[in-house]
């Protein structure tokens, strides 16, 4: 855990409202934080912050914060928000975005620009507006990339593009804002059990977990610890990594199995 006043640390956690956000978030406000909850759904924004007041930090409440992280005024008005209700800024965890699938001769403007907003731009604004709190005290960016962001797949090139965008994205802001002590990782999971992935067809889910060695999608929670071991200070000389959480997929050469 960060170090903090006798309140603990601040940590804001976007698309807070369910999967890997809201693992996250319960996670940080059992190891002390005191979280702002952004995202677009108020009513699953409220479920989290239930979920934190009622059964993981009976200190406080997640501060719920409706909010289109692709918009800047409104990044802007929940930072103020964040800075306004807890005086500081330590962990800002970018997780908000979106997936599309489509050839690639079909894909539209329109669907190239809606995923960059949400997956790349997203990030941009929010670290952007939290940036002058984190150099304040130190503070830790975690950024969600994914195991897409660090290879080619097909019928996948929106996501791909966008997630590999994250990836450089976070060793670019490591070393700029490394002078300053924040620093800037990412975690980079593969399948997740979520929301999110819960309508992709079942072969294609056991293809999935055929590549996968440990074989079985992660669940949550366990992205959710790695993201909160990059934003602690056990991590406190750890900037600039990518790191998957993918059950070994990363690990392999890509070779049949010999027998």
């Known amino acids: 855990m960060?170090?903090?006043?006798?309140?603990?640390?601040?940590?804001?956690?976007?698309?807070?409202?369910?999967?890997?956000?809201?693992?996250?978030?319960?996670?940080?406000?059992?190891?002390?934080?005191?979280?702002?909850?952004?995202?677009?759904?108020?009513?699953?924004?409220?479920?989290?912050?239930?979920?934190?007041?009622?059964?993981?930090s009976r200190r406080h409440e997640g501060l719920a914060t409706v909010c289109d992280v692709t918009e800047a005024d409104a990044v802007q008005a929940m930072v103020s928000a964040t800075a306004e209700a807890f005086g500081r800024i330590d962990v800002v965890v970018n997780n908000a975005g979106i997936s599309r699938s489509a050839a690639f001769h079909r894909v539209t403007m329109a669907e190239w620009r809606e995923v960059m907003a949400a997956d790349v731009e997203s990030i941009v604004l929010v670290t952007q507006a939290a940036m002058p709190l984190l150099q304040e005290?130190?503070?830790?960016?975690?950024?969600?990339?994914?195991?897409?962001?660090?290879?080619?797949?097909?019928?996948?090139?929106?996501?791909?593009?966008?997630?590999?965008?994250?990836?450089?994205?976070?060793?670019?802001?490591?070393?700029?804002?490394?002078?300053?002590?924040?620093?800037?990782?990412?975690?980079?999971?593969?399948?997740?059990?979520?929301?999110?992935?819960?309508?992709?067809?079942?072969?294609?889910?056991?293809?999935?977990?055929?590549?996968?060695?440990?074989?079985?999608?992660?669940?949550?929670?366990?992205?959710?610890?790695v993201i909160a071991f990059l934003a602690g200070s056990d991590a406190r000389f750890v900037t600039g990594v990518i790191l998957p959480v993918d059950g070994g997929l990363r690990a392999g050469s890509g070779q049949p199995p010999h027998r």
């Open 2 to 56: 960060q170090q903090g006043t006798d309140e603990g640390p601040v940590a804001i956690v976007t698309g807070a409202g369910s999967g890997i956000g809201r693992a996250t978030a319960l996670r940080l406000a059992a190891d002390g934080y005191r979280v702002t909850l952004a995202g677009r759904r108020e009513s699953a924004l409220k479920e989290t912050a239930d979920l934190i007041s009622g059964a993981v």
């Open 137 to 225: 005290r130190g503070g830790s960016v975690v950024n969600v990339a994914s195991v897409a962001g660090l290879g080619g797949d097909p019928g996948m090139s929106m996501y791909n593009a966008a997630k590999g965008a994250v990836v450089n994205l976070t060793r670019s802001l490591a070393v700029e804002f490394a002078p300053w002590g924040v620093r800037v990782n990412a975690v980079a999971p593969s399948l997740t059990s979520t929301d999110a992935t819960a309508d992709i067809p079942p072969e294609d889910v056991a293809e999935f977990l055929r590549r996968i060695p440990m074989g079985r999608a992660a669940e949550p929670a366990e992205v959710a610890a």
